[in-house]
């Protein structure tokens, strides 16, 4: 085996590093995504956090659910670049798409079912359920995006181009500041929207007013 010196071990250290970063700063920008939603909900009460934390198991396997698939295509993509079967890789990329897009549907109109109840199952009290509710429905109607945005990240990282996905994560980053700044105060953790659904009616019943922006008052007045 032939010695490695450091004339030949640089440009395989740098290139590993080239690679690296990008992944590492998408890391990054998602960590640092989930500390300023837990801060900006954690203003809004502890209510708040609760609701979130209550269905975050149930969020957290929906989401690895389509985080497998990406990889899974993801992954056989990169074999066939790898081995010079472009066509292959396309037909993959198609198959990919329209699988994970179909699981991800799926999987959201599971949570559209589910929603009101699972809070319930989890054991939620009468006073968090209608957020946990409202907070469930959302991310699992956001899922075929969400499939979506790691489907197409994977294909473009096995394809070579690490740069890409990184920049649009930290484009989302500041995005999700800046919508998080707009929404939060005025829609909570969207609990009041389900009040003609009556999945806000227990909450009414269990804490004697009415459910909605009255019931984030307080959390206004901080953020402004």
Not at 11 to 22: A, G, I, N, Y
Not at 46 to 57: Q, R, T
């Amino acid at each position: 085996m032939p010695k490695q010196t450091w004339k030949t071990l640089a440009p395989q250290l740098r290139l590993v590093w080239q690679l690296s970063l990008p992944a590492i700063l998408t890391q990054i920008t998602t960590i640092a995504m989930q500390y300023i939603d837990s801060a900006m909900v954690g203003a809004l009460g502890a209510d708040a956090s609760a609701a979130i934390g209550l269905v975050a198991s149930s969020t957290w396997l929906f989401g690895g659910v389509t985080t497998a698939v990406s990889a899974g295509f993801s992954v056989q993509v990169a074999h066939r670049i790898g081995a010079g079967e472009d066509t292959e890789a396309r037909t993959v990329v198609r198959h990919g798409l329209a699988a994970a897009l179909t699981l991800a549907a799926l999987l959201a109109l599971l949570g559209l079912g589910i929603c009101r109840k699972l809070p319930c199952w989890l054991g939620g009290g009468a006073e968090i359920c209608a957020d946990a509710s409202a907070y469930f429905l959302t991310f699992s109607l956001m899922l075929p995006f969400s499939q979506l945005n790691s489907l197409t990240a994977g294909f473009l990282q096995c394809a070579g181009d690490m740069v890409t996905p990184s920049v649009l994560n930290a484009v989302m980053c500041g995005l999700d500041m800046v919508c998080n700044a707009l929404l939060i105060p005025h829609f909570g953790v969207l609990g009041a929207e389900f009040d003609e659904n009556g999945v806000a009616t227990d909450r009414r019943m269990a804490v004697g007013r009415p459910a909605g922006r009255q019931a984030f008052r307080p959390a206004d007045r901080r953020i402004q």
